[in-house]
């Protein structure tokens, strides 16, 4: 499978969002800020002590922590999407 | 002349519209909290072509759901006062993400307006919009402005005034299509609502209906507490499921994913990026600023700096105000007859608010120093840095500065808590604050460790200063596993891009939250000082002398009297709770006078052990007294006791405005009172046990 968990791209790394894991006001903050499936993210650094990660996302930058990324499921931008 | 225009101004954090609100209303402006809560309100006015303009600033918020304290207000600002035109500030060169708090304000069905701002930012990045197209596509104008460059302000204006007044031909009412599904089960709730709650109108029901889905619980409150919950929450469950059954989907994400459908199919024609992947000169020196290697020391570097700069530059100011209000006092002590109200204006008012008005250079310069990090946009990288170390703590990244500024004050260090979002994190961060002991603590810690301990005075004194900072750590990790249990918030931080700050919004920045130190600590203060002068000042004393002669006799009566004044006798009140601590009734009524400003303790005991009120920490005649009347064990349960009880008045003061809730400044006094009780007893029979007193 292809499909990854966002935390796990290195710096540099690009994936495209297939859904956010977790449940209510994570999930939807998550949403509201652009995670939502189809948005393609790059992974822009990890801040000096590895956590949280910076990310690029609809054209602006924003951190999340470890945990956070482990619940956003990616795949490879280059694989085409099963809907 | 015209009606007044009532206009509100929103949009995303970041987004520069705090710029725009200053454009608008120039120095016009007055800044409160809005009702109940530390968030900042600002309000101002203008006019334009005859028109006057009312301006209220919302809070910045990426979205309008009930989560957040800022979400509720702009919101309910919305709805509960309807102004005449909502001005959304729209970031152009974010424009995606910006326009997601724009299509919840669609669905608000209120009047709108677009600002596109910073567009020079925008097409530096070759990002290119036709917002003449997107006004006539999403029914809105859409106005250009530079708010930095203070430009696009009267086009802004004009077309404000042209919408409140209905003349805009862009303008008309569209809805978000939230696709087939969704629609169905939106119409369903909608007709419930209009026709068995108490909510009949078309655009709110909708929006409401629309807010079921997702979930809010701001709404649901408000269709429990009216007729027709029944029927209406029977639908929602019935509309969730279905939803839920067709689409494979919760009902709230697909809300937010139809919402971003929704801006994707509008900026499809009318947005264009020319270039892709460049580095921009911003992300360089985000490079550099948030390097692995270089990132701390430059991150501490900026930290030392803002704090010799509080409390070194910020001396200088303070001692002129210490020796204007010094002054002051003695003027009025020649000019009134002496008398019970001249005693009460100089040792009352003027020392007990003076004692307020040394801090504003300090907590001005501090403002100014977080109000630059947070224009440049350094703040967001510095908790970016430090969030996994406070993060340890159960606190926030931001909740670093607040931290370390208690090394030199707990006042401006409480009220640099404004920079958290969240409450939780906020009220966390306030109530373990006060055991990073504060400079005003360090004199007592000179005296008494200077007098017992000889010379390991300066390990002795450092313990004290790591015992503060384990506690707090401590405390910390106690309060986060019990009273903010389950209530944690996404990190989801945005780093904005590095902007070069105006010297004027900076000032502003800073004016805004120092002047509601001035106006309203002043007055807590005030009450605070003149009830401790009453106490300590009745009943009063025999008649001064200004014979030397009789100096020496009157310093003995003097002992006496403060034994008999309220305080005294609340000392001595207090005694046995402190007994079993090794403190005797000095000790008692100099931790009592401590309470206003925990330097007090030194002059306190400066008077009780008859050696003058003048003599400080480093004065010798107090340093023997001190040694006769403490044990070295007592004296560091003493020392631990300053450190950890209750915080100053102006702390206090300071927690009381920061929270808002004289609930959470109780609990901050009480449970630092016994914590400090506990330590000090653990202290002192735990070394009388071990052999140590």
């Given at each position: 499978m292809a499909s990854r968990k966002l935390s796990d791209l290195r710096t540099g790394e690009r994936g495209i969002i297939e859904r956010v894991t977790g449940t209510g006001r994570f999930r939807q903050r998550l949403m509201e800020m652009g995670f939502v499936p189809g948005t393609e993210i790059l992974v822009e650094k990890f801040a000096p002590l590895q956590d949280p990660i910076e990310y690029v996302l609809k054209g602006y930058h924003v951190s999340l922590r470890h945990v956070e990324a482990e619940k956003i499921v990616v795949r490879d931008p280059a694989q085409i999407g099963e809907g | 002349m015209a009606k007044e225009i009532r206009i509100a101004i929103a949009g995303n954090p970041n987004s520069g519209k705090t710029t725009i609100f200053n454009n608008l209303t120039g120095a016009r402006q007055k800044v409160g909290n809005w009702p109940g809560v530390t968030v900042e309100k600002k309000e101002g006015m203008t006019s334009y072509n005859g028109h006057a303009i009312r301006v209220v600033d919302l809070p910045g918020t990426y979205s309008l759901t009930a989560y957040s304290l800022e979400e509720i207000i702009a919101r309910n600002y919305i709805i509960e006062t309807q102004p005449d035109v909502v001005v959304d500030v729209i970031d152009a060169s974010n424009l995606e993400r910006n326009l997601y708090l724009a299509t919840q304000l669609i669905d608000l069905g209120v009047k709108l307006v677009f600002a596109l701002n910073m567009v020079d930012i925008a097409r530096s990045r070759g990002l290119v919009t036709d917002h003449a197209k997107l006004s006539v596509l999403m029914g809105i104008p859409f106005v250009s402005t530079v708010g930095t460059r203070n430009l696009g302000t009267r086009d802004l204006l004009e077309t404000i005034v042209r919408v409140a007044e209905d003349r805009e031909s862009v303008s008309r009412h569209i809805h978000i299509d939230y696709g087939l599904e969704l629609e169905e089960e939106i119409e369903k709730l909608q007709g419930l609502i209009r026709t068995h709650t108490s909510f009949p109108d078309k655009h709110h029901s909708r929006w409401m209906g629309i807010k079921l889905l997702e979930n809010d619980e701001e709404v649901t409150k408000q269709i429990e507490k009216g007729p027709g919950k029944r029927e209406v929450f029977d639908q929602l469950e019935k509309s969730k499921a279905h939803i839920h059954n067709i689409m494979g989907e919760e009902s709230e994400a697909l809300v937010a994913d139809r919402r971003y459908g929704f801006i994707r199919g509008a900026l499809k024609e009318t947005f264009q990026q020319t270039r892709r992947d460049r580095r921009y000169l911003s992300d360089q020196v985000d490079m550099v600023l948030t390097n692995r290697l270089l990132g701390f020391p430059i991150f501490i570097f900026f930290i030392w700096a803002m704090f010799q700069l509080t409390f070194t530059l910020g001396q200088y100011p303070t001692d002129w105000i210490d020796a204007g209000v010094g002054l002051l006092g003695q003027f009025v002590g020649e000019v009134m007859g002496a008398g019970l109200l001249r005693d009460l204006i100089i040792n009352g008012v003027i020392s007990g608010v003076g004692g307020v008005v040394v801090f504003l250079p300090n907590i001005f310069i501090l403002f100014f120093c977080i109000a630059l990090f947070e224009d440049t946009g350094y703040m967001a990288r510095a908790a970016f840095i430090m969030d996994k170390v406070m993060h340890t703590l159960g606190l926030h990244g931001k909740s670093f500065i607040p931290m370390i500024m208690g090394f030199g004050c707990n006042v401006p260090a409480i009220m640099a808590t404004?920079?958290?979002?969240?409450r939780r994190d906020r009220i966390l961060t306030i109530l373990i604050n006060p055991l990073i002991s504060c400079s005003a603590r360090l004199p007592v810690y000179v005296l008494i460790a200077g007098a017992l301990f000889g010379a390991r005075a300066g390990n002795v004194i450092f313990s004290i200063y790591l015992i503060g900072v384990a506690l707090a750590i401590l405390m910390g990790q106690i309060f986060k596993r019990t009273l903010f249990r389950g209530e944690i918030a996404p990190f989801v931080l945005e780093l904005p891009p590095y902007r070069m700050p105006t010297l004027k919004g900076t000032i502003i920045h800073m004016w805004d939250r120092g002047s509601i130190f001035i106006k309203r600590m002043g007055t807590v203060i005030l009450v605070g000082s003149i009830l401790i002068w009453a106490l300590s000042s009745f009943p009063m004393a025999p008649n001064h002398s200004s014979d030397p002669g009789v100096e020496k006799q009157y310093a003995a009566q003097r002992e006496e009297f403060q034994e008999n004044t309220l305080l005294g006798r609340l000392g001595k009140a207090i005694g046995p709770v402190l007994r079993p601590l090794g403190f005797d009734w000095r000790e008692s009524v100099a931790l009592l006078t401590g309470f206003v400003a925990k330097e007090i303790v030194v002059s306190t005991f400066g008077v009780l052990y008859h050696v003058g009120e003048n003599s400080g920490e480093e004065s010798e005649s107090l340093r023997s007294a001190i040694r006769s009347a403490m044990t070295p064990l007592i004296g560091y349960g003493f020392m631990v006791f300053v450190l950890v009880y209750t915080p100053c008045l102006a702390t206090v003061a300071a927690i009381r405005r920061e929270t808002g809730s004289w609930g959470w400044t109780g609990f901050s006094v009480g449970y630092s009172l016994t914590l400090a009780w506990i330590l000090a007893f653990i202290i002192y029979r735990g070394g009388l046990i071990l052999g140590l007193g």
């Open positions: - | 404004r920079v958290l979002e969240s």
